[in-house]
C-alpha cells in the first residue's frame, strides 16, 4: 500500500493516507453552529407543547385525588349518621362547619388518632392527608384542612335568613339559643343536590381574585365580591356522591352569594340550580 507523508503545518507530524482519511470522515460529521441552534429550537418547542400538557395531568390528579377525599370524608359522615339514628353531627358549636372543629365528631371514622389535650379538644396541629388537597395553598389558614361541613345541616333555615355576614356563623363558643339545631338525614328533601361537605376554596379553577371562598373573599378579608361568582369546587352531597362544579351552578342564596352554608331554606333547600 502506498503511503503518503504528509506534514500538517501546525506540528509537522507525519501521517498515512488512511488517517488522513478518518480524520477527514470526522470532520465531515461534526455539527456546525446553525444545526445546533436548530436542534435547540427544535426541543424548545416540543418542551414549549408538552408541559403545558403535563402540567394539567398533574392538576387533574391533584382534582381527583382531592374529590376522594371528600368521598371518603362524606362516607365518615354516613357511617356518623347510622350511629346516631340519621342525624347529622350537631355539637352546638358555632363554627362547627370550619375544618378544625367539623373533623372532631367524625375522626373516629376516618382513622384519624388526634392526641386529647382535655375532655373535647384535641390537638389539631396535625392532620390526616384525607384533610388536604394537594392544590389548596391555604389550608393552614383554614384550621389545617381544605374541606368545610355546611352549616345548613345544623342550624335551621330560621336562623340562616337573619345571617348577614360570615362572622356570625363564626367561633368556637357554644350557640346562642335556637340557632343550632340536631337535623335528621330525612329532613334533607334533595339529597342529591344538597351539599354536605365541600372544598373550602376553589383551588382547582381560580377566578380573577385567585384562590377564594364561597362567598367570594380572599383570606382574611370576609366580604363578597366577584370573585363569588368565579372558579369551581369538588362538592360531596348528602346522598355522598361527589361532583366538580362551577360555582355559577350553585344556588344564589339571600346574600347573593353560592354559599352552602346558606342554602335558601337550609336543609331542606338545593345548592344547584
Sequence with gaps: MEVRR??????????????????????????????????????????????????QAKEAAKKTSCMSNLRNIGLAMTLYENDYDDYFPNTNVTGLWTGR?????????????????????????????????????????????????????????????TVTNLFQLAG???????????????EVQFQSSKVMVFEWINAHQHGSNGQV???????PAFTVNAGAFEGSRNLVFVDTHAKYKP???????????????????????????
Aim: proline share 8%; net charge neutral; charged share 15%.
Design 6 to 55: 504528509i506534514i500538517t503545518p501546525s506540528k509537522g507530524i507525519v501521517v498515512g493516507s488512511e488517517s488522513v482519511r478518518e480524520f477527514s470522515f470526522m470532520i465531515r460529521r461534526a455539527f456546525t453552529l446553525i444545526e445546533l441552534l436548530v436542534v435547540i429550537a427544535i426541543i424548545a418547542i416540543i418542551a414549549a407543547i408538552l408541559f403545558p400538557v403535563f402540567a
Design 101 to 161: 372543629r367539623f373533623r372532631v365528631p367524625i375522626m373516629p371514622y376516618l382513622g384519624i388518632v388526634q392526641k386529647q389535650t382535655a375532655p373535647g379538644s384535641y390537638d389539631m396541629t396535625s392532620a390526616n392527608g384525607l384533610l388536604y388537597c394537594p392544590s389548596d395553598l391555604t389550608r393552614k389558614q383554614f384550621n389545617d384542612t381544605s374541606y368545610s361541613y355546611v352549616s345548613s345541616l345544623y342550624r335551621p333555615w330560621s336562623f340562616i335568613q
Design 172 to 186: 368556637s363558643g357554644p350557640c346562642p339559643d335556637g340557632t343550632c339545631t340536631s337535623i335528621s338525614n330525612t
Design 213 to 219: 371562598g364561597p362567598w367570594g373573599f380572599s383570606t
Design 247 to 273: 360555582a355559577s351552578a350553585m344556588t344564589v342564596n339571600h346574600l347573593n352569594c353560592p354559599d352552602p352554608n346558606l342554602t335558601p331554606e337550609g336543609a331542606a333547600g338545593t345548592d344547584l340550580k
